[in-house]
Structures are given as C-alpha cells and as structure tokens.
C-alpha cells in the first residue's frame, strides 16, 4: 500500500525500530531550505542529528521561500531580518552546515523567477537583485568548497541552478 502523506510516515517511524529505518530514509531523503525561519529550523535540526543527517542524498536551497509560485499570485515581499534577535536562525549559518550532510549527491539552487540583470536601465521591485545572488551564491559555494575538503564527504556530482537568467556573474 502507498502512503499518501508524509505524516503517515512519520507515524511509521514509532511503531518499531525496522520500520523506523526504512520510512527514516525515506522521510530524510531529501532536504529543504529558505530563508524561512521553520525551514530553517528544521535544516538545522536534521544536520545536529548524528544518525539522521547521514541519511540525505539531495539537499534543496531555495533563497526566497515561494519562488514556486513563478510571480503568478503571490506577491514577491522582500525577506526582513531581525538582526537584533541573536537566537534568530541565520540563512547563512545554515547554509554553512552544508558540510554536515556527509552523503549528499546532489544540490538544487533555486531563485526567484524574476530578477533585473545588472545592464537594466528601468526600476522594478523584485524579490532578489543580481548582487544578492552572487552573494548567495558565493555563500553556497564556499559552503560546497569547505563540505569537499573533507575526504570523509561524499562528492556533489549534480549541482542544478534554476532561475540564474541575466545575472552576468
């Protein structure tokens, strides 16, 4: 029988240790982050788990929480930071703990689907500018550079890049 929902895995996992194993694997197999504070939160919360953060093969960076909704309804809002709030999760703290998932094969980066390339000459309010995504590039690839200096680390062999349109890098 197939689950449905990934809640009826998670009631899995306490029925016994076996099928705890299997729907663990399953649950984890990928992992999920954006600058939103829960997803964050729970990115951190897999890459302190020693047993559970072997278990990903794919990690998924999106560097704004909705660019699935490629601008069609939902109104891009800038990401505000309360850089007071010192127990606040950092995006980029996070992403430093890249080097945490020992078995990673592959890495999505996705941003927004809008973006003003450097050249423009006309204003428009956009969710991301080029020069944050450079910035959050940099960040992933320093994060990526300092996760293969460990020999014990498998290697990224997928990296996918979605909505890097006229960013000139």
Not at 32 to 57: A, F, G
Not at 96 to 103: D, G, K, M
Request: aromatic content about 6%; glycine content about 2%.
């Amino acid at each position: 029988k197939q689950l449905s929902d990934r809640r009826d895995l998670s009631n899995v996992r306490l029925s016994c240790k076996l099928l705890d194993k299997h729907a663990a694997k399953e649950l984890f197999k990928d992992v999920y982050i954006s600058p939103s504070e829960d997803h964050m939160t729970s990115w951190n919360s897999i890459s302190q788990d020693d047993v559970i953060r072997r278990i990903p093969r794919h990690a998924i960076i999106h560097t704004h929480p909705n660019i699935e909704d490629h601008g069609l309804v939902i109104t891009r809002e800038r990401i505000e930071v309360d850089e007071d709030d010192e127990d606040a999760p950092s995006f980029e703290d996070a992403l430093a703990a890249l080097s945490r998932f020992p078995n990673l094969r592959s890495l999505e980066i996705g941003f927004t689907p809008e973006c003003i390339g450097r050249d423009a000459d006309y204003w428009q309010e956009v969710a991301e500018c080029a020069s944050e995504r450079e910035e959050k590039l940099t960040l992933i690839f320093q994060a990526m550079k300092d996760r293969a200096a460990d020999e014990k680390n498998r290697t990224i062999r997928k990296l996918t890049i979605i909505n890097l349109q006229n960013c000139p890098i």
